[in-house]
Each structure stands twice: as C-alpha cells, then as structure tokens.
Antibody, heavy 117, light 108 residues
Framework: QVQLQESGPGLVRPSETLSLTCAVS?????????WAWIRQSPGKGLEWIAI???????YYSPSLKSRGTISFDMSKKHISLRLTSVTATDTALYYC??????????WGQGTLVTVSS | EIVLTQSPATLSVSPGERATLSCRAS??????VAWYQHKPGQAPRLLIS???TRATGLPARFSGSGSGTDFTLTISSVQSEDFAVYYC??????????FGGGTKVEIK
C-alpha cells in the first residue's frame, strides 16, 4: 500500500509563491499512474487543481489562472506543486493523490496552507 | 466544465437504515463517475469507480448505480463508521476534473 506524505510551509504571505511536496513511499512514481493535487478550502468541498501523468503530461484547473506548476522528481520520488501569487482564496488543506486513471485510490493526509500577512 | 450537483446536502439517518445519495451531472458523463468517503482529519477514500465498481475491500453494503447524468450511492444499512461526507467526481470530460459539493451523512 503506497503512502503519500504532503509537506509545505504552513503559512504563506499574500502574493508570494507556495511550494508543496508529496513524498511517495514506493517506486510507483515511475509507473503509469496519474498524480494529482486536490484541495479543500475551509468549509468547502474538494477541488481538483492539477494533475501529472507519469509520461510528464500535465493539466491544470482553469481556476488557477496559469499560476500553478506540477512536476515530479523520480529520483527523489516526489510530486511537487508550485503556486505563484497566492491570495487568501488559496488557503486550504492540500492533498496529494494517485490513481490509475483520473480516479484516486490513494491519498495523503493533507497539508494545511494558510495565506495571510 | 461539467457541474455535479449532490443532494441532499445533509442526510440524517439512524444506524441500520438505508441511505440514498444523489449526484446529478450538468451533461452526460457516461459511467465515468467515482464516489469518495471523507471523514474529518482523514484522507478521502475511494469507494466506487465506473459508477458501480466497488473499490477493493469495500463492504457490500455500499453500491453505486446510474449512467448519463444521474447517479446514486446507496448504503443499504448504515453503520456507525459510515457517518462522513460523500463526494462524487466525474472524469468523463476533463480537464477539469470536477467534484460535487458533497453530502454529509449524519446520525439522526
């Protein structure tokens, strides 16, 4: 059973760049899986924000307005998300998830990000 | 973007009762719908994919049905561990992948 562990700064100032990392416990990062970042804003539901396939193909939610970059580092077994020009609306619990298709059967516990000055 | 509307927002049931959760898509998504269970402080859990295929190890009391625009998740006899928020997700026409707003199943 793969384990996914997200990590991030906790607190980010408005207009700065948010960087998150998801550590993958096994070698599935080099297998045909989709890897996604999904977030949950306070009191709201789940929102998909970015996805990367093992081939390197990426897709983003239009809601990011081109502020996001998802990538992976196979040698480190990490999935990363970089989000520029953050605002209070980016405050959320950020989850990393894995799926064979864009259906996610493995999730991390999430990392909380607060955007505040 | 395909919008998923879940109803009801909150469902109050007693243990042992049947729970029926609805997910309606703004346009046809074939059978490309998944359901997740989410408890506070925990990672979401995949329950159903392909509208009706149960995830490995999922108790048989959970079942999914539907196609096109209307989908249902049924818990035949709600157990104490089933009280949670349930989300549907479509993956027929993406990006973007979209989730419904969720249904909270609470103890009556």
């Amino acid at each position: 059973q793969v384990q996914l562990q997200e990590s991030g700064p906790g607190l980010v100032r408005p207009s700065e760049t948010l960087s998150l990392t998801c550590a993958v416990s096994d070698n599935s990062i080099s297998s045909p899986y989709y890897w996604a970042w999904i977030r949950q804003s306070p009191g709201k539901g789940l929102e998909w924000i970015a996805i990367i396939y093992y081939s390197g193909t990426t897709y983003y939610s239009p809601s990011l307005k081109s502020r996001g970059t998802i990538s992976f580092d196979m040698s480190k077994k990490h999935i990363s998300l970089r989000l520029t020009s953050v605002t209070a609306t980016d405050t959320a619990l950020y989850y990393c998830a894995r799926g064979r298709g864009p259906v996610f059967d493995s999730w991390g516990q999430g990392t909380l990000v607060t955007v505040s000055s | 973007e395909i919008v998923l509307t879940q109803s009801p927002a909150t469902l109050s049931v007693s243990p042992g009762e049947r729970a029926t959760l609805s997910c309606r898509a703004s346009q046809s998504v074939s059978i490309n719908v998944a359901w997740y269970q989410h408890k506070p402080g925990q990672a979401p859990r995949l329950l159903i994919s392909g509208a009706s295929t149960r995830a490995t190890g999922l108790p048989a009391r959970f079942s999914g049905s539907g196609s096109g625009t209307d989908f249902t998740l049924t818990i035949s006899s709600v157990q104490s561990e089933d009280f949670a928020v349930y989300y549907c997700q479509q993956y027929n026409d993406w990006p973007p992948l979209t989730f419904g707003g969720g249904t909270k199943v609470e103890i009556k």
